[in-house]
């Protein structure tokens, strides 16, 4: 069995409402952002994601023997050039498509790889950044800093890893860019999609149900919608904490699921689904036991 040994993130210092980042946009725009979730968002404009990378690093205490590093967006390093780890031994790889799923495909890969026996742990990184609060704003939504780093190994531990599921739909395959034609589509199909993610996933481990759901992005309608149509009860979404994050990309529900460990809402022997639909038609999940024992919540 895999499990999550250490688990560190480090998000941007500077924590800003709404309205300071949407400035310069039209009230109702606003106003809606605030009716889906959104209220503080942590940024760090003048930080370079490296430096966010290495502070996480420095949280974790096991030594990795593999780094997998999972970003959504255009990476830091260019020309073949490796970013910096704490530990320099260590083979790194950088994982990137997907967008919103990717650090589940990284989980996945990582759970595959200790199975095999091809390492004895591995370092799971999740990361991704904005640089101005112009480019933070996207399909009605506010992106925030947030690094999240999870160390996978072969044994007995805390949060135990039951099974991931990761898929593409691509429906609309340019993203913003899209058509009109291709954005609708996708979001009437969106809400399927996911179901048909989070059924795969719960099939993969033969239990029939699953405590909670933590979520990825603040759109609270969509959360509404899927409970409808998945017939989950709606309180088992545990979203209201991204009101404080805002969306971190593929990462931020793994954030959201430690956090929500800390507060003592999932407890021990519950299970939690961790899901990301992204834009386009990506979907990812991931299934976790919360065991007896904490890791220490390393902000």
């Known amino acids: 069995m895999t499990v999550i040994k250490e688990f560190a993130c480090e998000l941007g210092s500077r924590i800003q409402k709404v309205e300071k980042i949407a400035l310069n946009y039209p009230t109702e725009e ?29 949280k974790i205490t096991g030594k990795p023997d593999c780094i997998l590093i ?4 255009p990476f830091i390093c260019r020309d073949g050039q ?49 640089y ?24 007995e531990g805390p949060h135990q890893i039951l099974a991931s599921f990761v898929s593409s739909t691509i429906i609309a395959s340019d993203g913003e860019n899209s058509s009109e034609t291709d954005i609708a589509t996708f979001r009437s199909k969106n809400a399927s999609l996911m ?6 996933c719960l099939q993969k481990t033969g239990l029939e149900k699953v405590d909670y759901y933590v979520t990825h992005t603040s759109n609270r309608e969509f959360w509404d919608n899927l409970a409808k149509l998945t017939g989950i009860p709606r309180e088992t979404f545990l979203d209201s904490n991204i009101k404080n994050t805002g969306h971190l990309n593929s990462q931020d529900s ?11 809402v999932i407890q021990p022997g519950q299970t939690a689904m961790l899901i990301n639909p992204g834009f386009g038609g990506t979907q990812g999940c991931t299934l976790l036991r919360r065991q007896k024992g904490a890791l220490e919540w390393q902000k």
């Open 82 to 130: 490796a970013a910096e780890s704490c530990w320099q031994n260590a083979p790194t790889y950088y994982l990137s498509g997907m967008p919103c799923a990717i650090m589940h495909k990284a989980v996945e890969m990582a759970s595959l790889l200790l199975e095999k026996g091809k390492y004895h742990s591995i370092l799971v990184i999740g990361a991704d950044k904005a």
């Open 195 to 200: 179901r048909r993610a989070m059924e795969k």
């Open 254 to 264: 793994f954030y959201h699921y430690f956090y929500w460990c800390d507060k003592g």
């Open 30 to 58: 606003i106003m809606h952002m605030h009716k889906i979730g959104l209220e503080r968002i942590p940024t760090d404009n003048d930080r370079l994601l490296q430096e966010m990378i290495q502070a996480v690093c420095g």
């Open 132 to 155: 101005s609060y112009e480019e933070r704003i996207f399909f009605g939504t506010i992106m925030g800093d947030g690094v999240v780093a999870l160390l996978l190994e072969k044994e």
């Open 70 to 73: 999972a970003h959504s967006l």
